[in-house]
């Protein structure tokens, strides 16, 4: 079947522009994460999303980060007056429900390249 | 900030020899998870072993965690030009806390 599949796969931003990243997970899968990866790192979480409640958003680096998902399905991550420290990689996950033995499926991500 | 900490973070073999990569973390886990990400296919899940599990294997993959040196390794015995890649490990409560990773590079 399907995978996680983001959009769009890369984007280059003007300073200070706003951006809006797509994910759309496995269909059925009640949690969604968001994650950011600088080059040379691992991934580092942003969000997580049970159906359409955001239960954690610890991991967002200022509140120019803001992420939603409406009808439990398809997430958007949105970036306000995006900065050069922005740039990187996004990648959504998503899995069948929250629990910790639960394997996350990731999709291909967003390179966001801010100039 | 990161949980993991892998090692070594490079590691270049002839293809069939073995390949071992280190672990690290920081705090008690309930799991501990290896991924592998590579240009074409993404992050992918390896295999995934409990807290009070000391050894699990999955193909040619063979992972081991001790708990008292909160430290895993993962083996990969026989490697193919197809396992070049980034290796991670990753602790979760439900969200991933994942190394920098080792990139391993697998010559033909």
């Known amino acids: 079947g399907a995978g996680v599949s983001q959009s769009p796969r890369y984007k280059v931003a003007k300073r200070g522009q706003d951006v809006a990243l797509r994910c759309d997970p496995i269909?059925?899968?009640?949690?969604l994460f968001w994650y950011q990866q600088a080059l040379g790192q691992g991934p580092e979480f942003l969000t997580y999303?049970?159906?359409?409640?955001?239960?954690?958003k610890s991991g967002l680096p200022s509140d120019r980060f803001f992420a939603e998902r409406p009808e439990g399905s398809v997430s958007t991550l949105k970036i306000q007056r995006t900065q050069q420290e922005d740039s990187a990689v996004y990648l959504c996950?998503?899995?069948?429900?929250?629990?910790?033995?639960?394997?996350?499926?990731f999709g291909p991500g967003t390179r966001l390249t801010v100039l | 900030s990161q949980q993991g900490e892998e090692d070594p973070q490079a590691l270049s073999i002839q293809e069939g020899e073995n390949a071992t990569m280190n672990c690290s973390y920081k705090?008690?886990?309930?799991?501990l998870q290896w991924y592998r990400q590579n240009s074409g296919r993404g992050l992918v899940h390896l295999i995934l072993?409990?807290?009070?599990?000391r050894e699990k294997h999955s193909g040619r993959l063979r992972v081991t965690l001790d708990t008292s040196k909160k430290s895993s390794s993962l083996l990969i015995t026989a490697s193919r030009a197809a396992d070049t890649a980034s290796y991670f490990c990753?602790?979760?409560?439900?969200?991933?806390?994942f190394g920098a990773g080792t990139t391993v590079t697998v010559r033909a």
């Open positions: 996950a998503s899995s069948w429900t929250s629990g910790s033995t639960d394997t996350q499926y």
């Open positions: 269909s059925g899968h009640v949690s």
């Open positions: 999303f049970q159906n359409e409640a955001q239960l954690d």
């Open positions: 705090t008690s886990i309930n799991n």
């Open positions: 072993i409990r807290s009070n599990e």
């Open positions: 990753a602790t979760d409560d439900y969200k991933l806390s």
